[in-house]
């Protein structure tokens, strides 16, 4: 079962804009990841959050996590047409040793 | 390092025949994922091994599926009769469970684009 939801499902941009998608999750986490998908490609680990953790950023990146809500969002700043992939949010359930559980992601298509 | 090793990249197969997917995780890697994608329900996970052992497999749909991790270099997904409705695509991950993190920040393969017709 999906863990995860993200929104929007699916977001278009100029070059230079900023984006941000959302991820809502339903039950206890350890962390909150988020991964990259080109077409036709495996998905790229991009940025960890920890469940005691507020922010994170990671070069053009910033992750937030309020576990209050259960929701997280990825900014990606001064976006390029290179960042056009696919986003997925996915949640580490507290217990040790346990699987990732992906939401189904967020199509981001950004033009020149 | 390679990465994590899938093969084949594609498969176009008629149903009723057999699939089997092969994986090569990072060496050093404890845990072993196999995921599937398709349009309709996202990354789905289908079983998962950590050292080399089964650990949750109530992610495979039907008896029709199997996954075997022989050793900790390589594992195997095998569909049989494969259906039509089994096309997708099949990632296989691996990530070091357990870690100074303990995060399971997975690293992926590029995946098995499977075609049942």
């Known amino acids: 079962s999906q863990q995860g939801e993200e929104d929007p499902q699916a977001l278009s941009i100029q070059e230079g804009e900023n984006a941000t998608m959302n991820c809502s999750y339903k039950t206890s986490i350890n962390n909150l990841q988020w991964y990259r998908q080109n077409s036709g490609r495996g998905l790229v680990h991009l940025i960890l959050?920890?469940?005691?953790?507020r922010e994170k950023h990671s070069g053009r990146l910033r992750v937030t996590l309020d576990t209050s809500k259960k929701s997280s969002s990825l900014l990606i700043t001064a976006s390029r047409a290179a960042d056009t992939a696919s986003y997925f949010c996915a949640t580490a359930p507290p217990q040790a040793g346990t699987a990732l559980i992906f939401g189904k992601g967020t199509t981001l298509s950004v033009s020149s | 390092d390679a990465g994590v090793i899938q093969s084949p990249r594609h498969e176009v197969t008629e149903m009723g025949q057999e699939v089997t997917l092969r994986c090569k995780p990072i060496s050093g890697h404890n845990s072993l994922f196999w995921y599937r994608q398709t349009m309709m329900r996202g990354l789905e996970l289908l079983i998962y091994?950590?050292?080399?052992?089964?650990?949750?497999d109530s992610g495979m749909p039907e008896d029709r599926f199997s996954a075997k991790m022989p050793n900790a270099s390589f594992s195997t997904l095998k569909i049989q009769p494969s259906e039509p409705r089994d096309s997708a695509v099949y990632f296989c991950a691996s990530s070091l469970a357990g870690g100074r993190s303990g995060a399971n920040v997975l690293t992926f393969g590029a995946g098995s684009r499977l075609t049942v017709l």
């Open positions: 091994f950590n050292n080399n052992v089964p650990i949750d």
């Open positions: 959050i920890r469940s005691n953790e």
